[in-house]
Structures are given as C-alpha cells and as structure tokens.
C-alpha cells in the first residue's frame, strides 16, 4: 500500500525543528557533529538521562528526552548502536525500522554522523529502505481509520556527510524497496480479489518500467503441453496464467538468468482438502510468483545491467466436479508422467512445467525458482530460514552469503538419490507425493527431474514468506521475503 514517506538528504547543519534524532554506542558519547548541535552540556546530558531511563546504548535501543532550551527540536530521540565496533551493514535496516516507528507522522532530523562510525551512503540507504519498509501497513480494506496509526505523513530530513552520493545510493535502493512492497501487497490482497488473470495483469503493470510481459492463457499453454500446471488450475472456474517478463538490461547477446515462481493464488489442497483451521492463510500460496514480481521491478527501476527472464505460473487449487483426482496420472511438457497421490502437493506440478520451459526457451545460464512449497519446512527451519536446494555450490555458496548480508538467509538442505528413489510410482514416471518424511526433500527431488544441466536453486519459503515474525522492518503478515536477497545476489554477480 502507498506509504508517505518524505526523504531529503543535507549536510550537517542547523536544525529546523521537528524531532531531533541522534546515535550513541554504549559509551554514551555523542559523535563531534551531534554535539556541536547539542551545545557543551550534551556528554552530561545523555549521560544523566540514560542512567534514569536505564538506557545504556545497546543496539536499536531508544530513548526520547526532553529538549533543553537553546536547541532547535521539538523532541530528542536517542537510538543505541550497541559496542561502536559491532556496527555491521546489516544493522542498518534495523535501526532505520526504529526510528521510522518512532517518529511516524511526523518531520524529523537524523544527524547520520556515528560516533567511531562514518556510514557509507549505502549505509545510509539502507537505514532509509528499513524506514520504508516499516512504515508500509496494508488496510486497503479497513474502511475505518486505525487511530493508533498516525495520520498525515512522515518527513525524515538526513543530515549526512555527502549528500549528494547519498542519495544517489538512496534512488538505487528505494527501487529495491519498492519491489518489497509491491510483493507484499499482492501476498496480503484476498484471494477474490486476486485471481490468476488479476495476478497476470499486475505483473503486466511492469511494462510501465520498461518490462517486456508475455501473458500465456490456457490454449497456448495445452498447445505447449503443460498439463501438470493445467490440471492443478482445472476445478477452478477461474483459468489459469502464465506469465512471463523480461528485463533486457545486458547486452543482447547475453545469456539471460532466470527466476520462476509458485503462484497459487488459492490452495485449498483441491480434492484432498485441506484442514479449515487457518486455510485462509493460503492466500498467500502466491508468494514465490510475488517476490519474482518484486523482483523485477527492484532490478528494472535500479536499471540493473543484466538480462532477466521471470517467469511465474498463476493457478487455484480447488475442489469440483471438474477437479484433477488422486489416482490421476498427467503427462508433463518434458515428456514425463506424473501420478497425483495428493492434489494438495500441487505447487510441484505446476513448477515442473515451468522450469522445463523456461529451460528450454530461454536456456539461461542459472534457474532459481522460489515456492511456498511444503509445511515440512516450517517444521526443520521455523521461520528464520528458507530451505535452500541447489544442484550447484557456486550458486548455492553466493545465495548463502547474500542470506547473511541481507538478513534473508537460507540453509541447505538435501538432494540426492535417496529421496528421488521415494517419488518413484507403481504406474507412472514419479507420484507426486511420498510419505511424510524429508518433505521438502521428496518436493524437491521432483523439481530436479524437471532441470537438466542448468545451475539451479529452489527456495522453500513457506516459513519466511507469509504469517511472518514481527521484526523491526516488517510488522505486516507478508514479508516480501526473497525480493532484496535475490536483488543482492544479482548485484554482486551477474551485472556487467
Ligand atoms: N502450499 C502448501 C505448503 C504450505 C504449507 C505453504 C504451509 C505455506 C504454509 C503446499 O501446496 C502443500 O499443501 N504441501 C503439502 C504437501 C503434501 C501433501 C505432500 C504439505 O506440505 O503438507
Ligand atoms: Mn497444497
Ligand atoms: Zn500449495
């Protein structure tokens, strides 16, 4: 949902009022700048304020004081940074997300001058994205005001170092932002309201930033012989979608790299239903397709230097008369047979006959497809992780430390011939559910008959993407999980 967040960058300078806000380590010292705006008393001002509020400077810890006359604010708010050398760049979101809280609806100043720190205008962008992210709230469909949020915009004036580079750093990275945002309106949006076609249409909104979209509808997609997705969409009255986008930021003669997407935009399990407590929660079965989305339009309005193919398979999961059956066998685009033991274990059909495809078509030089693939993954990795599968360490090593780096983190978990052999079927190729052991591993396995020499991930993000844990950047249901991981990985290594 649209956010109002004012952002303006100046060098150190006077204040204009509004809140005043300022960093201090555990030493309480103000940095040089700070204190040239605070006047003389500031040491033994901070100092006397944080033994009464007991606050002593630990990272992303926040006290407001009262503001002595002579200085220009209206409020002074004091946010920790913790030990002064712990400061890491991954902390920088973090405390943007508290202060963004604290002054929400209101103008505020951050002197960005750290005490023993000097922050990179990337440091800073950073700071801001956390801001961003945490002012986001969706109530598309509150039709009264909350009057705990507060009204009106928020205005963050940073006075910085170098201005000017900073918010460059900043227009590089809002876009990245952005692309958070959009996945997760479209993960918090309902299930009637965002159907496959409505699905098709905001990804077909990209094309506003210089995104090529191709919208395949269920005639060109028997005539490529998807049937495994088709038969997951088929006790749908609504059809189903795919949809391809394409970012040409490289040289034409470049091999793209390729993302692909669940989206189930509703999963009710189909014949073999799903339990009814909390099966409101698989609205947001779409989450892999929404942060392939995100993605695009992070790496299209940064104008990233490199060729990209998203492609995301649009699709309900329902039960009717029409519906696929346990006990079916479907014949995939590849060639292969699937027996449906469980139409609940759908996300994996309709993935097969995508990957294949875009395997095919576009022969990219890595595939990572993102899915809220299986409940076993919250059962390993909770919500902190999402599981990682990859056919190739390279690619596998840089989506880990890109993890570290953006708080998006990944565990590997296990392929291999012991788990492919449980998808083997009495009647056809492979059944598409096996016992309830290594879930997320037997899924996998699945994926994997469908990829061939290319460098591949599949990231399980059933844990991280919805229902998510309240942190400081993110307060909502949707996470928009994947969208600044994947952003990053591409930045380190695949632009030219
Ligand atoms: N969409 C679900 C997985 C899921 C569960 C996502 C919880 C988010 C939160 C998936 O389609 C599914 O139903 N998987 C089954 C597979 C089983 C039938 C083999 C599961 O995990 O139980
Ligand atoms: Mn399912
Ligand atoms: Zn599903």
Same mark, same amino acid.
């Given at each position: 949902m649209a956010d109002s967040l004012k952002i303006d960058f100046q060098p150190f300078g006077d204040l204009e009022g509004g809140d005043l806000v300022i960093f201090v380590g555990e030493t309480l010292k103000p940095s040089s700048a700070v204190a040239k705006r605070l006047g003389h008393p500031a040491a033994s001002l901070l100092a006397k304020a944080a033994a009464a509020e007991k606050f002593?400077? =630990?990272?992303?810890a926040v006290m407001t004081i009262p503001v002595p006359a002579g200085i220009q604010a209206d409020r002074l708010i004091v946010v920790g940074i913790g030990g002064e050398k712990d400061l890491e760049k991954i902390d920088y979101p973090q405390l943007g997300g508290v202060v963004g809280a604290k002054v929400a609806g209101r103008a505020a100043t951050l002197v960005l001058d750290l005490p023993g720190v000097n922050p990179s205008p990337e440091n800073v962008a950073d700071l801001v994205m956390g801001a961003r992210l945490r002012a986001y709230h969706f109530?598309?469909?509150?039709?009264?005001?909350?009057? =705990?949020k507060p009204g009106g915009p928020t205005k963050l004036t940073l006075q910085v170092a170098d201005p000017a580079a900073t918010k460059k750093a900043h227009k590089l990275r809002d876009g990245v932002a952005s692309g958070v945002l959009l996945a997760r309106d479209l993960v918090n949006e309902p299930p009637n309201v965002l159907g496959p076609k409505e699905f098709a249409a905001r990804a077909e909104a990209l094309s506003k930033l210089g995104v090529e979209v191709e919208i395949l509808h269920e005639k060109a997609m028997e005539k490529l012989g998807m049937r495994a997705l088709l038969a997951v969409g088929q006790g749908s009255s609504r059809g189903s979608r795919v949809a391809i986008m394409r970012w040409n930021g490289g040289k034409s003669s470049d091999a793209p790299i390729a993302f692909v997407g669940k989206g189930v935009v509703f999963d009710s399990g189909g014949i073999s239903i799903k339990p009814g407590g909390g099966m409101e929660d698989m609205k947001g079965d779409m989450a892999g397709a929404a942060s392939v989305v995100g993605l695009m339009h992070a790496l299209a309005s940064r104008k990233a230097k490199v060729n990209v193919v998203g492609a995301i398979g649009l699709v309900e999961n329902m039960p009717d008369g029409n519906a696929q059956r346990p006990g079916d066998i479907v014949t995939t685009m590849s060639g292969q047979t699937i027996e449906i033991i469980n139409t609940d274990a759908e996300g994996r059909l309709v993935l097969a006959d995508l990957l294949w495809y875009v395997q095919d078509r576009f022969k990219p030089t890595f595939m990572i497809n993102l899915a809220t693939l299986t409940g076993a993954i919250l059962v390993a990795l909770a919500q902190e992780y999402a599981g990682l599968f990859s056919n190739n360490d390279e690619l596998a090593e840089r989506l880990s430390v890109a993890g570290r780096e953006t708080g998006e983190r990944v565990w590997r978990m296990p392929l291999g011939p012991e788990f492919d052999k449980m998808i083997e079927s009495k009647f056809a190729d492979m059944k598409n559910a096996a016992g309830r052991y290594g879930g997320s591993s037997t899924a996998a396995a699945l994926l994997q008959r469908f990829v061939n020499d290319v460098p591949w991930a599949h990231l399980d993000i059933a844990g991280t993407a919805m229902s998510s844990p309240q942190t400081e950047t993110n307060k909502g249901w949707a996470s928009g999980w994947g969208v600044r991981l994947l952003d990053r990985l591409v930045h380190d290594h695949y632009e030219r």
């Open positions: 002593t400077g =630990k990272s992303k109530d598309r469909y509150k039709t009264k005001k909350d009057d =705990k």
